[in-house]
């Protein structure tokens, strides 16, 4: 079975950084997509960015210029660096992984952007 586990969330001021990560587990773990979906308080889940195995982006117009997606296929890691961050960022980040039929989903890392 697939594991996404996300690691790298907490508190920041406005303007701040922040980088997550999701190390990746399983058998033959081969995605067509991986990313990063967040879920703000209240909100539904929405995209954030994804990468492809070919490494084509793609970002949400609300975090593209600040926020930075990329993938270490070798190693089964994904991460998502975060810059200039806005207290609307504040949200529970997922990170996810698309296989042929089959989505899977990490637990969730905290982000908290807040003076």
């Known amino acids: 079975q697939v594991q996404l586990v996300e690691s790298g969330g907490g508190l920041v001021q406005p303007g701040g950084s922040l980088r997550l990560s999701c190390a990746a587990s399983?058998?033959?773990?081969?995605?067509?997509?991986m990313g990063w979906y967040r879920q703000a308080p209240g909100k539904q889940r929405e995209f954030v960015a994804t990468?492809?195995?070919?490494?084509?982006?793609n970002y949400a117009d609300s975090v593209k210029g600040r926020f930075t997606i990329s993938r270490d296929n070798a190693a089964n890691m994904v991460y998502l660096q975060m810059n200039s961050l806005k207290p609307e960022d504040t949200a529970v980040y997922y990170c996810?992984?698309?296989?042929?039929?089959?989505?899977?989903w990490g637990q969730g890392a905290q982000v908290t952007v807040s003076s």
């Open positions: 399983g058998s033959n773990f081969s995605p067509d997509f």
């Open positions: 996810n992984a698309h296989i042929t039929g089959t989505n899977y």
């Open positions: 990468i492809t195995s070919g490494r084509r982006i």
